[in-house]
Nanobody, 119 residues
Framework: QVQLVESGGGLVQAGGSLKLSCAAS????????MAWYRQVPGKQRDLVTD???????NYADSAKGRFIISRDNAKNTVSLQMNSLKPEDTAVYYC?????????????WGQGTQVTVSS
């Protein structure tokens, strides 16, 4: 089992910044993809951004130019720097990671951290 623990959520005014962090621990073999998703009540959980172990990143259109994902492979951590925040960024943000054992990726989720952007 792999545990993901997020930190850094909170309340911020529109235009402000927040940084989320997530640390993986437990029976880690090789963390492959790490990502951030977000979810608002009544809607599906959507991908915000992801990053491979090689550093290749992918962003949702809503995050491009404002959010930056980074990771430390040695520490099995991933961070999300969120700038120019908008009220529509308000959501619970979830850390996601896959733990590769041989050729199989096992997926894990963090417990989520609330981000609230006030107008």
């Amino acid at each position: 089992q792999v545990q993901l623990v997020e930190s850094g959520g909170g309340l911020v005014q529109a235009g402000g910044s927040l940084k989320l962090s997530c640390a993986a621990s437990g029976s880690i073999h090789s963390i492959n993809v790490m990502a951030w998703y977000r979810q608002v009540p009544g809607k599906q959980r959507d991908l915000v951004t992801d990053i491979t172990s090689g550093g290749i990143t992918n962003y949702a259109d809503s995050a491009k130019g404002r959010f930056i994902i980074s990771r430390d492979n040695a520490k099995n951590t991933v961070s999300l720097q969120m700038n120019s925040l908008k009220p529509e960024d308000t959501a619970v943000y979830y850390c996601y990671a896959t733990n590769r054992i041989r050729t199989i990726d096992f997926a894990y989720w963090g417990q989520g951290t609330q981000v609230t952007v006030s107008s």
